[in-house]
C-alpha cells in the first residue's frame, strides 16, 4: 500500500528553499524514521510466505515540467516518502527488497514561514514517473499512455523479474535434472529475489542517521526498516559472469527437524 498522508520535515518553511540536497534528504529520513508507526504495513503487505516489495524512488523518466512540485528526496534512489515500512511478525525484514517505484513530487503546503515545512502529495499523470498504458481519452484508442508512480509499480517490476528467474530455472533444471522437485521452485524463486538485492545508501545518511542510536539491535532494526535489505540488482537474479557463480539448490525440512 501506498503512504498518501503530508510529509512534514524539521525544516523552518521559510529556510527550506535554500537547504542544501543532503539536508534536505537527511530531514525526510528522519521524518520517515519519526512517523514509521503510522507508515506499518497493511494487508496482506505482511505475510509471511510472501516476498513484499517496497517502492524505491527511482525511474528511468526525465524531469520533464516539475512546475512547483518538488521532489523531497532531490533525485536520490532511497526509499519512496510514498512506501510504507515494516517490520513484519517477529520483528522480520519487511518489505525484503526495494524496487523502482517512480519518483513521487510533492507540493508545499503553504503556512507560518516559521513554522515547519509541509507537504502533500502531486497525482499527476505527467512525469516523472513510469510509463504505463491508460485508456485513452478518444474511444478506441488502443495507445494511451500516462505516468504512475507508487508500490503497485514496484511490485510489479518485481512480479516480471519473478517470471523470468522461473523461466531461468525451469530450463537449468529441465537440462540437468528433469525430475527436479517443481514445488520448490517457488521458494527458490524468493530467495532468488532476496539474494540480488543490495544495500544501497549513496550519501551515507541512512548509516549516519542510525549510527546515532545507542544499542546495535535498534541500528540494524531501523535499516531495515528504512531500506530492508535494499534495491533490486536484476541481473544478479539471472546470470552469473566471469566475476560471480551462483549456486541454486533447496530441500525440504518437516516440522521439527533440522540439517547441517
Known amino acids: 500500500g501506498n503512504y498518501l498522508d503530508h510529509v512534514k520535515l524539521d525544516i523552518p518553511r521559510a529556510d527550506y528553499r535554500q537547504t ?5 534528504v537527511r530531514a525526510v ?12 504495513l497493511i494487508s496482506p503487505g505482511e505475510s509471511m510466505n510472501a516476498v513484499t516489495i517496497g517502492a524505491l524512488h527511482a525511474d528511468s523518466a526525465g524531469d520533464g515540467h516539475l512546475g512547483n512540485r518538488i521532489d523531497l528526496m532531490r533525485g536520490r534512489p532511497y526509499t519512496s516518502p510514498m512506501s510504507r515500512l515494516g517490520l513484519g ?21 503553504i503556512s507560518d514561514p516559521a513554522e515547519p515545512v509541509e507537504f502533500e502529495l502531486v497525482p ?6 513510469h510509463l504505463v498504458a491508460s485508456p485513452g481519452v478518444q474511444a478506441g484508442n488502443l495507445s ?28 537449468i533444471f529441465a ?14 524463486v524468493k530467495a532468488l529475489l532476496v539474494h540480488a538485492s543490495a544495500w544501497s545508501d549513496p550519501d551515507g545518511l541512512v ?3 542510525t549510527n546515532a542510536l545507542d544499542q546495535w539491535q535498534e541500528r540494524r532494526r531501523l535499516q531495515a526498516q528504512l531500506m530492508g535489505f535494499g534495491p533490486v540488482i536484476p541481473e544478479r537474479a539471472l546470470i552469473a559472469n566471469d566475476q560471480r557463480v551462483l549456486l541454486v539448490g533447496a530441500g525440504r525440512l518437516a516440522d521439527g527437524e533440522a540439517h547441517r
Do not use: I
Open 144 to 171: 494511451g499512455a500516462v505516468y504512475t508512480r507508487g508500490t503497485s509499480n514496484a511490485t510489479a517490476l518485481a512480479t516480471r523479474l519473478a517470471a523470468l528467474v522461473y523461466e531461468n530455472l525451469e530450463g
Open 20 to 24: 542544501g540536497d543532503q539536508d534536505a
Open 124 to 129: 499527476s499523470t505527467l512525469p516523472p514517473g
Open 175 to 188: 537440462a540437468t535434472n528433469p525430475a527436479h522437485d517443481r514445488e520448490l521452485l517457488p521458494v527458490l
Open 89 to 109: 511478525l517477529h520483528r522480520s525484514v519487511k518489505p525484503e527488497v526495494l524496487m523502482p517505484g517512480g519518483r513521487q513530487l510533492y507540493s508545499e503546503r
Open 207 to 209: 548509516e549516519e542517521l
Open 29 to 40: 529520513l528522519r521524518s520517515l524514521r519519526d512517523t514509521r508507526y503510522e507508515r506499518r
